[in-house]
Nanobody, 123 residues
Framework: QVQLVESGGDLVQPGGSLRLSCAASGFTLGDYTIGWFPQAPGKEREGVACISSDGRTYYADSVKGRFTISRDNAKNTVELQMDSLNVNDTAEYYC?????????????????WGKGTLVTVSS
């Protein structure tokens, strides 16, 4: 069964850090573009970081310099290191996989979605 499972979401204070992980079963993450798509209440789901199968990366302006996406092909995971978190980063974070790379990290290019992990940034 093809599946993505996110983990690492938590409550964190402004300025803090979290590391999210996306684990795959049923397929090899290294063959796909992987992205992270947060969705805050009342807002659309938008890509903030994507990494292609050959290592190209995309970051939304809102997270550049604060978030880092990386692969661990041995573990079949993709991780998102989030630093200098602020309240605007509060959202359900979804991991997704797509066979084709889209330079704008669009959700429409993704084929498989996880169920999300909740990140809450609050004092």
């Amino acid at each position: 069964q093809v599946q993505l499972v996110e983990s690492g979401g938590d409550l964190v204070q402004p300025g803090g850090s979290l590391r999210l992980s996306c684990a795959a079963s049923g397929f090899t993450l290294g063959d796909y573009t992987i992205g992270w798509f947060p969705q805050a209440p009342g807002k659309e789901r938008e890509g903030v970081a994507c990494i292609s199968s050959d290592g190209r990366t995309y970051y939304a302006d809102s997270v550049k310099g604060r978030f880092t996406i990386s692969r661990d092909n041995a573990k079949n995971t993709v991780e998102l290191q989030m630093d200098s978190l602020n309240v605007n980063d509060t959202a359900e974070y979804y991991c997704a996989a797509g066979y084709d790379y889209d330079s704008n990290c669009l959700g429409s290019s993704m084929d498989v979605w996880g169920k999300g992990t909740l990140v809450t940034v609050s004092s």
